[in-house]
């Protein structure tokens, strides 16, 4: 083959495929268990699955409005008014999307022009760099200290330039379980505010905090137009197959995202649109509640199952996974001891490596997610005792 047959776009070559996907992969060949990518191993609510069979049994099974179902549109305005008390108009201010990950790219491609920055706190969920290369903007990390991985005003200002366009905040956090709080979230307003900055979220663990509740950017005062809002049904529901996201935003940027949408994907897909919205209006409270106490009681099977074989962690104020220092157990790099106790301990985590802008940056430690059975957790919990022993 030639050269330029052998040629891919310059853009895809600073950013390598997903790791988190690939340690599923890795997951399977060895039969480990999978607490590497966050997708629940139980059943889906009966009633969002009796709703998406009705829906396909009731012949919705073409496009959607491209950018999603007014039923869905009118769900979720509903449910942000009753919940946040913010007011979003369904026919200028929502767009469903295939999951929030096209959401996060849609948003970026919509909103960021090439050489614009966009502020990403460090650890971060590994989409958001490849989303703004993808957008050719230039990501501008800014670590946040572990074991609190607090944001302060200060630090944030100081990687202020005039080329700053946007700044992620995705609470409750993944990977570090970090539920932002008021005067961080207020933090982050005023420098928006004061330097003209647009605040783009990612909320998909909006209702998955326990000790500190989740507070949504939008809210704050003076944010209400230069917040895109992004979040979906995939962890709410326990449907991450499903690709249902949403995006919260002025009309103006509306316009902008519902194009790039448009034209990246159509449509997420219609009768499961139907069954999110029947999910929103049946599935209140309630269930967030219940769901947040069986999360709760798999944190703490984790946590004392990592504590035990020597990892070091902090317990996560939201989302579901665990960030654990290995340090105290071995020498090796991220990646080295993640594929070791995938292949040899037969469970399989996230290098830490890939939460970060460099491989230093998460070099001793590891991800784990707990949005998985009892039965599952504690069989990991007997495997990563054993491995712990066998050292
Ligand atoms: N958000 C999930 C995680 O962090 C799933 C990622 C994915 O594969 N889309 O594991």
Known sequence: MTDRLLRTATRTHSFSESVIREMTRVAREHDAINLAQGFPDF????????????????????????????????????????????????????????????????????????GEEVIVFEPFYENYG????????????????APDY?????RLEAVVTPKT????????????????????????????????????????????YYESEHLVLAGFEGMRDRTITVSGLSKTFSVTGWRVGTVM??????????????????????????ACAVGLRELGQDYYTQMVERYKERRGVLLSA????????????????????FSGMSDEDDTTFAKRLTSEGGVAPV?????????EGGRSVVRFVFCKRLETLHAAAERLRAFSVSG
Not at 351 to 359: E, Q, V, W
Request: with cysteine.
């Open 43 to 114: 059943p889906a609510p009966q009633l969002l699955k009796d709703a998406a069979c009705a829906a396909i049994q009731g012949d919705v099974n073409q496009y959607a409005i491209t950018w999603g179902t007014a039923n869905l549109r009118n769900a979720l305005s509903e449910k942000y008014a009753a919940m946040y008390d913010l007011e979003f108009d369904p026919e200028r201010e929502i767009t469903v999307t295939c999951g929030a990950t096209e959401a996060m790219a849609a948003v970026m491609l919509a909103t960021i022009d090439p």
């Open 306 to 325: 990592l504590q035990a074989a020597g990892f070091g962690c902090t317990t996560p104020q939201g989302a579901y996974y665990v960030l654990a220092d």
């Open 150 to 154: 607090r944001v302060e005003r200060d």
């Open 165 to 208: 366009r946007a700044i992620v905040v995705n609470t409750p956090n993944n990977p570090t379980g970090r539920v932002f709080d008021r005067d961080e979230l207020q933090a982050i307003a005023d420098i928006c505010r004061e330097y003209d900055i647009l605040a783009i979220t990612d909320e998909i663990y909006e209702h998955i």
């Open 130 to 145: 490849p989303d703004a290369v993808l957008s050719q903007a230039s990501p501008v990390f800014l670590p946040l200290e």
């Open 249 to 274: 935003a002025p009309p103006h940027l509306t316009d902008a995202i519902r194009k790039v949408h448009d034209f990246l994907t159509v449509g997420a897909p219609a009768p499961l649109q139907e």
């Open 351 to 359: 290098p830490g490596s890939s939460f970060y802008s460099t491989p």
